[in-house]
């Protein structure tokens, strides 16, 4: 059964251990989500490391909300209301393209999902794709 993991703390994917997590995570057949998220300079957040792991590449955008993110006790929506700029999206067109040549499926999964963010940015990210001819 194909499995996935997503890291939610950034201790996970610290440099000094990035490369036996990786080597582990393809031998154990587990591909790894890549995620974006706001980022502190610090472990709270993970850091936006593509890795293909499997023959599938997994991409997760929660959104930059960094007002919002760490903040306890509220309605979990508002964590993710963040529409990302064309800017931004097309800052992540090359590394979905990387990853489709080195792997046999790639998804692209938005969870900014508060006022249909995710929906304006998953079009808008697949209009890109197609400019490039990455999407049919």
């Avoid at 440099?15 to 706001?38: G, H, Q, Y």
């Avoid at 309605?75 to 489709?100: K, Q």
Wanted: with cysteine; charged share 25%.
């Amino acid at each position: 059964m194909p499995a996935a993991v997503e890291f939610r703390n950034g201790s996970w994917l610290l440099p000094s251990r990035t490369d036996e997590l990786f080597s582990l995570l393809r031998e154990k057949r587990i591909a790894c989500v890549t995620a974006d998220e706001p980022r502190y300079g610090s472990q709270a957040t993970v850091p936006f490391i593509p890795a293909a792991t499997t023959a599938v590449a997994y991409f997760r955008f929660h959104g930059r909300n960094r007002e919002n993110w760490l903040k306890k006790g509220l309605e979990t929506s508002l964590r993710y209301d963040y529409l990302y700029s064309d800017e931004e999206l097309a800052g992540f067109v090359p590394h979905l393209l990387s990853s489709s040549e080195k792997t046999q499926v790639v998804y692209a999964m938005f969870n900014n999902c508060h006022g249909a963010s995710a929906v304006r940015n998953a079009r808008r990210l697949k209009e890109m794709l197609k400019e490039q001819g990455a999407v049919g």
